[in-house]
C-alpha cells in the first residue's frame, strides 16, 4: 500500500480556458482564481494559496519551510495529513514547489513547462514564427 505523502506526483490536472475574459489577470484575485484552476474545492484552493504563500514568505526570510514541520502547517492550514498530502503532492505534480533536501520552495518549473507548451503550439502547429508570440 503507497501512502499518500510518498505517492507519485509528477503530473496533475489544470483547468485551461480559451476565453479571454476568463484570464486570471482579469480577475481582481488573479492567484485565487490560479489556485482554482488547479483545485476543485474553493477550502481547497484557499489552502492552497496560504500554503504557497507560507512557503514564499519563510523562503524570503533564508528560513524554508522543513518537511519535518508537517505538523505545523496541519494546524496553521487547519487541515487533516492526508488532505494535505494531496494538495502537496498536486502542488508538487504542477511544478509549482519542490521538495529538496527536505525544504519546500517555490518552483519555476510550471512556467518553465507551460512556455515550452505555448511555444511548441505557436511554432511547429500554428507555423507561426517564435519571435511573434
Known sequence: MTLIKDAPRTATTIVVRS???TRITHSKDPFYSF???LFQEDTTAVRG???LTMIENRQRSGNPIKTSE???ILKDLDIGRASFYSMRNKLLGA???SNK???Y???GQFSKDLTDMAKWWWA???DENPDNL
Open 19 to 21: 476565453d479571454a475574459n
Open 35 to 37: 489556485m482554482r484552476r
Open 49 to 51: 494559496q496560504k500554503f
Open 70 to 72: 508537517w505538523q505545523n
Open 95 to 97: 511544478g509549482l514547489i
Open 101 to 103: 533536501n527536505r525544504e
Open 105 to 107: 520552495r517555490l518552483s
Open 124 to 126: 511547429v502547429v500554428l
